[in-house]
């Protein structure tokens, strides 16, 4: 489950707490997550969520062993390849994500751009934003 008002992803009987220092390298060992090398060395976790019927893939990025934002991408997105892509195909996701985290929070964002809107909290905030270039649109959680 996703708690983006609590800033924390539930996974089995323990959870992620976006601002917090957690054990990640912890949760990894215990097999709730995965740890994760990119080349050069760099370490990044991932662990599948659910919310609202909705599964997403969680990327974990640290910086400075602290958590630095979660990223949130749509499994189920209609989007698999760029044989799918077109600017339509990734607005909509956009909306739809927008309009996911706006009924999950119950309130509507604190700020609202182009490509992205922000929902502030306590402990940092989320945020839905698409980049054309890339052709994704995910949420972010980030720690203040």
Known sequence: MINFIEGKIDIGEKNILTASNGDLKALAE????????????????YVEAQADNMRFGVFISLRDKKINWLRLSWLDSPVKGWDDVSEEAMKDEYRLLSNFVEKTVGAPPNNKGNRKRTWR???GEVEVSYEPRAYQADIYMKPQ
């Open 30 to 45: 215990e097999g709730l997550i995965e740890k994760r090398e990119l080349s050069g060395g760099r370490i990044y976790y």
């Open 121 to 123: 909290f306590k402990w």
